[in-house]
């Protein structure tokens, strides 16, 4: 993933299912047979609704061009947690650092800000860059998500909270056209799908078997791995996602442990100029409001 504070894909709001099932594709280097007894009726029904999400959740990335500022509170692999004010333009998107484990900045950190901000908005390199970068990890999350028709057997589980509950297992009789899209063999969990907008509302499964990379060579992902993701309407039509969460453990080349432990709440959604360029953007974020202490704790409803 793209991690200078600059993207250039418009894809925060169709992503929550490639962000959770994509995940295992960005872990350092580690690249990424079951049947269902679900009556035909109950599977005909599921598989179709989960069609129109994803064309939902498609269209709705080539269309939404809205833009918005939101707050990002994220805690990676034991790391301090972090809290950053984000902006999209229509260039791209751009945060600012305004926390570090709930404790507002020292004025040496807002000056290091300052000058990052200012590098970032002005550096032609690092925007040709981040663009590409992003557009690749789009590319990825959209054919992935092309796949979840015919990758998984689904059932219908019922209504939960007004939304369609759907579980899934993998399809046995699915051919990865890659060693991405391999890692659905491994898979399976739940869906919620908001029934009438057939949009995805939250994703939530587990690695039911270890991952191997290379045969085994290369590393694996430990069996038992699980992600929870959570998307709602932040604003009038849009829907963005508003947690994530990941726990993930395994072998990397040369027996290297790896630990893949994030946490994620993007919360305070509010709609900007859709013509912002990053320049404005950097300069909104001059003005970005001192975080409380408490700010970690604030969970999004």
Excluded at 25 to 49: D, G
Excluded at 126 to 147: C, G, P, T, V, Y
Aim: proline share 4%.
């Amino acid at each position: 993933m793209v991690t200078t504070g600059l993207s250039f894909s418009k894809i925060r709001g169709a992503r929550i299912a490639a962000v959770a099932l994509g995940t295992l594709l960005f872990v350092p280097q580690l690249i990424l047979a079951q049947t269902s007894s679900a009556p035909v009726a109950s599977q005909t029904s599921a598989v179709q609704l989960v069609r129109w999400m994803v064309q939902a959740e498609l269209a709705a990335q080539t269309q939404d061009r809205t833009q918005w500022n939101y707050q990002e509170v994220k805690k990676t692999d034991g790391k301090q947690e972090e809290t950053r004010d984000v902006v999209e333009t229509k260039d791209g998107t751009i945060d600012r650092l305004v926390a570090v484990a709930g404790r507002p900045l020292t004025p040496e950190q807002q000056k290091k800000e300052d000058a990052r901000i200012v590098k970032l908005s002005s550096d032609r390199d690092e925007i040709q860059k981040s663009e590409k970068a992003e557009e690749s990890d789009a590319k990825n999350e959209r054919d992935l998500m092309k796949l979840l028709p015919v990758a998984f057997l689904y059932q219908d589980a019922g209504n939960e909270g007004g939304l369609k509950r759907i579980t899934f297992c993998p399809n046995p009789n699915f051919h990865a056209p890659n060693r991405m899209a391999e890692v659905f063999h491994h898979m399976q969990g739940t869906m919620w799908i908001d029934g009438k907008r057939h949009r995805l509302a939250r994703l939530e499964g587990k690695i039911i078997s270890e991952v191997k990379f290379g045969g085994g060579f290369l590393g694996h992902l430990d069996k038992g791995g699980t992600f929870t993701v959570r998307q709602a309407e932040v604003g009038p039509g849009h829907w963005d996602m508003v947690q994530l969460d990941i726990h993930m453990t395994g072998r990397a080349l040369f027996f290297k442990t790896v630990n893949v432990r994030e946490h994620e709440l993007c919360s305070k959604y509010e709609r900007i100029p859709d013509d912002m360029t990053i320049q404005q953007a950097a300069e909104r974020l001059k003005k970005a409001p001192v975080v409380s202490s408490d700010a970690s704790s604030t969970k999004p409803s």
